[in-house]
């Protein structure tokens, strides 16, 4: 089994202003004559890590992240009564990718992308085919309806029936036929009290069902308060718009990636971003290679998904 590579720092780092009043954090590690690749973390709302840098050979890869707009160390934060959701979606963020794609003097670079990663890796490289290398996707996620009935409307508690209490506490019991609505109320309420806690249950009910196994350390860093408002304000406001895409349009449009060469990794027991959909994908997709990981949930750094991960760019790492 691979694991990720020796811990690195950034050789570059800085704040671009992409417009709308939003100054997006980003970082490069590794060669700076190494391939160059872009990591997309997942949420809406979550953020990168030090290790997300581990996941490239840095001695061949040239590693950009970036914190999507309004969280990580982007600014203003979502977690901040006075930040405008409006100016955050879908394609603002695919913008932002090809404004910092340019910033950076990149003509073309392999994207990454897990969970929510995965539909914004989608939405760039089927608006920009031109500027992929590769695609590597992880935890497929599209924001098709039945998607996100499964996780938050009811169809997950089959597996998760004590958890799901604690998802569905904070909302009144009038409200619960239609919980994202039901939590996009609790979630723009200026009170503390009435929007701290819904964030807290949401980012709970995440954190502690995307592992195979529980891990409480994760579910820690997900109930952070500042973070829990930002991620689940952010997630929230993206599942409300269905990500601002047409009926199955990232699915529907996956033969523009036909001379991409792609890596689909997935979970067999994800509850989070079940397998149905990186099937569908890659029967809309078939020129990607499709690697099920028999024993692994939804987490990138789960043993079986983490050694496909690192296996699909270090072959990548000299094309």
């Known amino acids: 089994m691979r694991s990720l590579y020796p811990e690195i720092e950034p050789y570059d780092s800085g704040m671009l202003d992409v417009g709308d009043g939003q100054q997006v954090y980003w970082e490069v590690s590794g060669d700076p004559d ?26 061949r890869y040239r590693i950009v992240l970036f914190d999507q707009r309004m969280c990580g160390r982007s600014l203003p934060h979502a977690s901040e009564p006075e930040a405008d959701l409006a100016v955050n979606t879908t394609w603002h963020l695919v913008e932002d990718m090809e404004r910092l794609r340019e910033h950076l003097g990149i003509e073309r670079w392999q994207v990454f992308g897990g969970s929510w990663g995965s539909a914004l890796g989608l939405a760039y490289a089927e608006t920009h085919p031109e500027r992929v290398t590769e695609l590597i996707l992880r935890g497929i996620f599209t924001l098709r309806p039945q998607e996100l009935d499964w996780f938050y ?32 109320r609790l979630l723009a309420d200026p009170d503390p009290a009435v929007h701290g806690p819904a964030a807290v249950a949401w980012s709970r009910w995440e954190s502690s069902t995307i592992t195979l ?60 971003t079940p397998p149905m959909t990186a099937w569908d994908l890659h029967r809309a997709w078939p020129e990607a290679e499709l690697r099920m990981i028999p024993d692994a949930g939804h987490a990138y750094d789960e043993p079986g998904i983490l050694d496909a991960l690192i296996e699909a760019t270090d072959r990548f790492a000299d094309r």
Do not use: M
């Open 153 to 184: 409307e009811g169809g997950a508690a089959a597996l998760f029936p004590d958890l799901w209490e604690g998802f569905i506490e904070p909302v009144p019991a009038e409200e619960r036929g239609h919980l994202v609505r039901a939590y996009s």
């Open 34 to 59: 190494g391939k160059p690749v872009v990591f997309l973390h997942g949420g809406p709302g979550g953020g990168t890590t030090p290790s997300h840098r581990r996941l490239f050979d840095p001695e």
């Open 213 to 272: 196994l529980p891990r409480p350390e994760v579910v820690a860093t997900f109930t952070e308060e500042k973070y829990a408002v930002a991620f689940a304000r952010i997630e929230n406001h993206y599942f409300v718009n269905g990500g601002w895409f047409e009926p199955e349009q990232l699915i529907r449009d996956a033969g523009r990636l036909a001379d991409i060469p792609g890596v689909i990794v997935q979970g067999r027991y994800d509850a989070c």
